[in-house]
């Protein structure tokens, strides 16, 4: 099987770095040494591992995914009223960058189209 090159430290991965390892990742499945559909869950897993690890996983011109604590507290359950007691829980942001919202702000329309994985 090709050699990707590793990248230990994915939250500090530059676009560059991504487009290198995207363009490894494409010979290699033209050559069809491994699954596509395996190669990609593989690095989606690798940087939900890295979200966790560290707290805070950024991909430079794409946006930042962060653990962020919210505080828990009184709240109300809309369907029944009912008053529920949280307790502080992590909870995951994601901010785009600054081409990503850019590329946003050009959309006229909306391709209501819905990628989901197997």
Request: hydrophobic fraction near 30%.
């Amino acid at each position: 099987m090709g050699k990707v090159e590793e990248y230990n430290d994915l939250n500090k991965m530059h676009s560059t770095q991504l487009l290198l390892l995207e363009s490894q990742v494409h010979e290699i499945i033209r050559k069809r040494e491994i699954n596509q559909d395996c190669l990609y869950f593989g690095t989606l897993h690798s940087i939900k591992e890295k979200i966790f690890e560290h707290g805070r996983v950024e991909i430079r011109g794409f946006g930042t995914f962060e653990i962020k604590i919210r505080k828990g507290g009184k709240r109300r359950n809309p369907k029944t009223g009912e008053t529920v007691y949280t307790k502080d829980h992590g909870i995951i942001s994601f901010r785009p960058g600054k081409e990503m919202k850019q590329k946003a702000k050009e959309i006229t329309t909306l391709n209501t189209k819905v990628l989901t994985t197997k």
